[in-house]
């Protein structure tokens, strides 16, 4: 199919060195020794493990329950026995540790009961819930759980749907691979995500490096009898990342703040759709994956490899010559060196590079910015690297989020062409680290605010209650007192009303003779007798013991003690007798 292609902005050539890697047929790697699953393989929430040591698995047995809706579950990848739920280290720049299910594999590789679904009678609903529960994730590298890409839009119709089979990164030949041996499948899975989103088109981006893969897919797209089309793209990296790759085959240019189902468009990577297709047709869940081992190695090639196989016994399937000095997981653009040679394989692992000095020499020292703009004109995002470079180098995160260094992907692209050998993606990490720490400690203290004021809130509204309370009872008491105390005056007044004789007959009615008492009076008379009570009270708790016996000066003496206490307002002070009466 012929097709007016774009361009994107900037790109570079690196050598593709793929040819190494791309002679003989995918093998299956042999089980190893141990496999230690990570439960955290995909952006999201981290599952929870639903084994512990001791517990029989089989192969394809959910180990990891999802987490929330943006997670995906995952499985074991062989039979045996869990023998620990830990942490341990993981492929990641940082070294940090997760936590991750050991299994001894018992050899057999025992499925589970597998059972095939048929998807078309089931609600896209039910599709993608069951692709989440079989851990199904993007697997070009960003392994996005797939079920939450299988949405559309609901203002915004879904016109196109790209697939990503242009794997631009150096070295790494898995999905061309994939691509060329079981292109069938792949077409079906691509077939599952259509029926779910609906786009009217349907645009599978292959470089056009790899001339075979892209004649496999269409004669897959013709025996499967979709309408497919199976385009080749210029091969430009990184033309295989989501947004270069929409902007080649659509010309539609999603920007940083949106997401591409806002301009009616999704992107899936090819090894995404075969996962999918083995999940719904064999009821298989995503246990291992396609990993091209190359570098410096005696027989690079591409495995079939189970997840959480140790990587140091993957490389050694390759026969890494003596001088091999590490282990780059990913590409030479945006790959990495593991911490350990000993950590799993997970889903996101899509190449190991045996690296040595001589494949990758040692850059020289970093040189002076010169503000060539070379990096400008390289970054397909647009942006200015030179500009970020000086405002991390500064750390200034703020001037370095003005020039937008969240866009950033970090493809590298920049460092490539630097004439001054300045890591400048190092520098981009750096900057965003510290921008996401002081973010976080900025969050947790709005959140102590918070907790703080409204503890404050809640003890004010405490007091107010509490106050509230004390008041309505005073009030009822001083109620209840003059209410008895108009009561008790109404009568000896009626009393002598009936006692006096009339001179003329009947009395006429009168008024009561005392008047009744004023409730704003009676309620200050309880309020006074109230804090007489009190005060009494208070003098007997703190009464003094044995004092019937005291010489003339000890009590001198206590009444000093007394006076003093009652000037530093510690007790109430004795209340005067009122005249007239006697005391008790």
């Not at 299988?150 to 999905?175: H, Q």
């Not at 997840?307 to 590409?331: C, S, V």
Request: proline content about 8%; hydrophobic content about 40%.
């Amino acid at each position: 199919m012929l097709m007016n292609l774009f361009k994107f902005k900037g790109g570079v050539k690196p050598p593709t060195n793929k040819t190494q890697s791309v002679g003989l047929p995918i093998a299956i790697a042999p089980l190893p020794s141990k496999l230690v699953v990570p439960l955290h393989q995909s952006i999201g929430g981290m599952p929870r493990p639903v084994v512990q040591a001791g517990d029989k698995v089989l192969k394809g047995q959910l180990i990891g329950e999802a987490d929330g809706r943006i997670s995906a579950a995952v499985h074991a990848p062989t039979s045996g026995t869990v023998v620990d739920v830990a942490m341990h280290i993981q492929p990641h720049p940082s070294g940090l540790d997760a936590l991750c299910v050991v299994i001894e594999p018992d050899g057999k590789d025992e499925w589970i009961d597998r059972q095939p679904l048929d998807y078309a009678a089931m609600s896209p609903e039910q599709v993608r819930e069951h692709l989440q529960q079989s851990g199904v994730v993007g697997l070009g590298g960003a392994v996005f759980p797939t079920h939450g890409k299988l949405t559309a839009s609901k203002t915004v119709p879904m016109e196109e749907m790209v697939i990503n089979g242009a794997e631009c990164e150096p070295f790494i030949t898995c999905d061309d691979l994939l691509m060329r041996e079981r292109a069938e499948e792949v077409v079906r899975g691509i077939g599952i995500f259509r029926d779910l989103l609906r786009p009217k088109k349907v645009l599978i981006g292959i470089e056009d490096n790899k001339p075979e893969a892209a004649a496999a897919m269409r004669a897959a797209v013709a025996a499967v009898g979709e309408d497919f089309a199976v385009i080749q793209v210029p091969t430009l990296y990184p033309a295989g990342g989501a947004k270069q790759l929409i902007r080649v085959l659509t010309g539609k240019e999603v920007p940083a703040a949106k997401r591409s189902t806002d301009l009616g468009v999704q992107c899936f990577n090819v090894a995404t759709a075969y996962t999918a297709w083995r999940a719904i047709a064999h009821g298989e869940p995503v246990v291992s994956r396609l990993v091209t081992v190359t570098g410096n190695v005696h027989d690079p090639r591409n495995y079939e490899v189970l997840i959480g196989t140790p990587m140091d016994e993957l490389l050694k399937l390759a026969r890494p010559h003596p001088d091999t000095d590490g282990i780059i997981m990913g590409g030479p653009m945006m790959g990495f060196l593991v911490p350990d040679v000993h950590v799993p394989v997970i889903k996101a692992t899509n190449c190991l590079i045996a690296h040595d000095d001589r494949l990758f020499p040692p850059k020289a020292p970093e040189m002076p910015c010169i503000r060539c703009g070379a990096c400008a004109q390289a970054c397909p995002h647009e942006l200015q690297p030179f500009e970020m470079y000086w405002f991390s180098r500064a750390k200034n995160f703020g001037k370095t989020q003005e020039y937008n260094i969240f866009d950033c992907i970090e493809c590298g692209c920049c460092s490539f062409v630097c004439p001054s050998r300045i890591p400048l993606v190092q520098y981009f990490r750096f900057a965003k680290s510290e921008i996401w720490a002081r973010e976080r400690e900025k969050n947790a203290a709005d959140q102590a605010k918070t907790r703080f004021e409204f503890k404050q809130l809640r003890e004010e509204r405490e007091k107010a209650d509490k106050a509230e309370k004390l008041a309505k009872a005073a009030a009822a008491q001083a109620a209840k007192k003059a209410a008895e105390a108009a009561a008790a005056a109404a009568v000896p007044a009626d009393a002598s009303a009936e006692a006096t004789p009339s001179a003329s007959g009947p009395a006429p009615a009168q008024t009561s003779a005392v008047p009744a008492v004023d409730a704003e009076k009676a309620a200050k008379m309880a309020t006074i007798e109230a804090a007489m009570a009190r005060a009494k009270a208070q003098r007997e708790a703190v009464q003094p013991k044995n004092t019937e016996n005291l010489t003339s000066e000890q009590q001198r003496a206590a009444s000093d003690i007394e006076a003093r206490r009652v000037a530093a307002h510690l007790i109430e002070p004795e209340p005067a007798t009122p005249a007239g009466e006697k005391t008790e």
